[in-house]
């Protein structure tokens, strides 16, 4: 099954994908959201995934963030990697921003991890 997903997600992820797009403003934006990010060493991070929750990385990009950056008290485009980690039984997944090469920050958790088949309206 997870070969398949596998399958189905590579062929529907576009091959150039652009790393920095323009934030909304004005009309378009709807609102903000702050976010209070859990980080950890990375690597450790990456082994209690696999080793609690069954967990292995499954995706990964390159992305940026608006962030706050606490030191100096202003926002900033910080560069990051991104990584699903997925569990290929239950599906339940663990979205990771890596900030840097040592730190690994959870972003979202779910589950019923799969490929879009039909778009509903919500």
Known sequence: MLRKLVLSLS???PLNVA???ETPKGPDLKGTMILNL???DFMQLKEK???EHNEIPFLSSEGLSFTMNMIVKQFQMAPHKMYLFANPTTYNYTLVFRMNDEVGCIVSTGGNLGPVVKETPL
Request: aromatic residues 8%; hydrophobic residues 50%.
């Open 19 to 21: 790393i920095a797009q």
């Open 38 to 40: 859990s980080c950890y």
């Open 49 to 51: 995934m696999k080793n």
């Open 11 to 13: 062929l529907l992820l």
